[in-house]
């Protein structure tokens, strides 16, 4: 079974949340957004990393279990997928 609220709620609070966030402070503070939008594409790297390393970590288990087989499979699809 899926868990459709927590599904929404973790969509709010990734996705939705930090855009309002977003929009709301360029509104309120658009010279505080202006001097730290030089450091937002590291901080958006990093917290990319650390969504999918916490992803990952769920369900490291499966992931070694499947071996080289999904290991491949990832590979080619990063590499010729685009």
Known sequence: PVD???IVISTI???LAP???G???NTVAPKLCKAV???TPLIGVIATVLLVG???AKCAAPILG???PL???CLALHLFGG
């Open 4 to 6: 459709a609220m927590g």
């Open 13 to 15: 609070q990734v996705v």
């Open 19 to 21: 855009i309002f966030l």
């Open 23 to 25: 929009v709301g402070l």
């Open 37 to 39: 939008s030089p450091f």
């Open 54 to 56: 916490a992803s990952v």
């Open 66 to 68: 499947a071996g080289l």
């Open 71 to 73: 290991q491949l499979a």
